[in-house]
């Protein structure tokens, strides 16, 4: 990994203020959290899971280097299920979730808030070009297992449910496809693709920052987002 950008990226605050935001303290400690809440929750969570496979292909075919391409299909591979369909990870999310008393339809049929379409779109867009596009996958990468982690909290403080298959499969994952991002943003790079690198992981956190300013002001008033 490219040193240069590494020191830019991991000391950008808005990443801090992602893995530390508030929502995650409410799924934690909140006494009012119920399971209608956490459904909401996963009902947005869906729709960038979903995408995500898609903007990975999509980046595949746009970066620059075979070793750029190589890198991210190495991620693409374990998220649709590293050649078996049971394991990819949006089929593990559904199967989880609905094992422990959520509605598929709560899952994987909600319609998607502003801030989670604002998001996605983003996604779509940023996999079109090589240097936002990795932007966007490795601060999605380097902030996941905090995200899911707080998903899967929230989970299990409404069910009471320990064994939850996709946040333990994120857990062992999640490792290696930092590393796979960090691969990807190789040694050569210029000052300008650096700083498009990182505006787009800035960008990418603060549509995630948004994502959960819109789910955790709902909680706090203890009604449905909007």
């Given at each position: 990994?490219?040193?240069?950008?590494?020191?830019v990226?991991?000391?950008?605050?808005?990443?801090?203020e992602?893995?530390n935001?508030?929502?995650f303290?409410?799924?934690?400690?909140?006494r009012?959290?119920d399971?209608?809440?956490?459904?909401r929750?996963l009902?947005?969570?869906?729709?960038?899971?979903?995408?995500?496979?898609?903007?990975l292909?999509?980046?595949?075919?746009?970066?620059?280097?075979?070793?750029?391409?190589?890198?991210?299909?190495?991620?693409?591979?374990?998220?649709?299920?590293?050649?078996k369909?049971e394991?990819?990870h949006e089929?593990?999310?559904?199967?989880?979730m609905?094992?422990?008393g959520?509605p598929?339809?709560?899952?994987?049929g909600?319609?998607?808030?502003?801030?989670?379409?604002?998001l996605?779109?983003?996604?779509a867009?940023?996999?079109?070009?090589?240097?936002?596009?990795?932007?966007f996958?490795?601060?999605?990468?380097?902030?996941?297992?905090a995200?899911?982690s707080?998903?899967?909290?929230?989970?299990r403080?409404?069910?009471?449910?320990?064994?939850?298959?996709?946040?333990t499969?994120?857990?062992?994952?999640?490792p290696?496809?930092?590393?796979?991002?960090?691969?990807?943003l190789?040694?050569?790079?210029?000052?300008?693709?650096?700083?498009?690198?990182?505006?787009?992981?800035r960008?990418?956190?603060?549509?995630w920052?948004?994502?959960f300013?819109?789910?955790?002001?709902?909680?706090?008033?203890?009604l449905?987002?909007?």
């Open positions: 990994m490219n040193a240069a950008i590494r020191d990226l991991m000391k950008d605050s808005r990443r801090a992602l893995v935001h508030r929502f303290s409410r799924v934690r400690t909140s009012d959290l399971k209608e809440q956490v459904a929750f009902g947005q969570w869906w729709h960038p899971l979903h995408y995500f496979p898609t903007f292909s999509r980046l595949v075919s746009n970066v620059r280097d075979l070793e750029m391409k190589t890198a991210v299909s190495k991620i693409l591979w374990e998220e649709l299920g590293e050649g369909v394991r990819a089929r593990i999310y559904v199967s989880t609905t094992s422990v959520f598929v339809e709560a899952i994987s909600a319609a998607a808030l502003p801030t989670t379409e604002r996605v779109a983003r996604y867009d940023a996999s079109g070009d090589c240097w936002s596009g990795l932007g996958l490795y601060g999605t990468e380097v902030a996941d297992l995200m899911v707080g998903i899967g909290v929230s989970v403080r409404v069910t009471g449910e320990k064994h939850l298959p996709w946040v499969i994120h857990a062992h994952q999640e290696g496809h930092i590393e796979s991002a960090q691969d990807a190789v040694a050569e790079l210029s000052e300008l693709e650096i700083r498009k690198i990182h505006e787009g992981a960008e990418m956190w603060t549509l920052i948004a994502f300013d819109t789910l955790d002001d709902a909680a706090a008033a203890g449905a987002p909007s």
